[in-house]
């Protein structure tokens, strides 16, 4: 069974398509480690966790999320078609010009997510040197 949702991809338009109703499919097309975010009652994005940091794709509310993702509904546990209002409501959402900021965004928080980086390396760096040198005295 095929089901009518909405894909939305860094950089580029919502989309409407229609994919099978499978979770097997959903994750050869999106990756593995899934996540759901509640959009409305039966409403739901699906996303993976396993994306790189410079994926900026859209905000919701505060929150970033990365990487391409599925808007879809789920009923009784049942993955079934988008309704026309809600295709017209996420669409409409998700537009692209409404979410100019990103750009301004992605390089604030790449630089962010790279220092932090590097200052957890350092710290472990240092948590090892300690480790070592107990082991050794």
Same mark, same amino acid.
Do not use: W
């Given at each position: ?56 794709? =859209?905000?919701?509310? #505060?929150?970033?999320? /990365?990487?391409?993702?599925?808007? $879809?509904? +789920?009923?009784? &546990?049942?993955? @079934? ?6 295709? =017209?409501?996420?669409? #409409?959402?998700?537009? /692209?010009?409404?979410?100019?900021? $990103?750009? +301004?965004?992605? &390089?604030?928080? @790449? ?20 480790? $070592? ?5």
């Amino acid at each position: 069974m095929k089901i009518k949702c909405l894909l939305v991809m860094p950089g580029k338009e919502v989309q409407t398509i229609k994919i099978p109703a499978s979770i097997k499919f959903i994750k050869s097309f999106i990756g593995e480690n899934l996540y759901k975010i509640k959009l409305s009652e039966n409403v739901f994005i699906i996303a993976n966790r396993d994306v790189n940091i410079e994926e900026i794709n =859209r905000f919701i509310g #505060n929150n970033i999320i /990365l990487g391409t993702f599925l808007i $879809i509904s +789920i009923k009784n &546990n049942r993955r @079934v078609s988008l309704k026309k209002r809600e295709i =017209r409501k996420f669409t #409409n959402m998700f537009k /692209l010009r409404k979410h100019k900021k $990103i750009n +301004i965004y992605k &390089n604030e928080c @790449v630089e962010e997510y790279y220092t932090n980086q590097k200052i957890m390396k350092q710290k472990n760096a240092e948590k090892n040197k300690k480790e $070592i040198f107990n082991i050794a005295a």
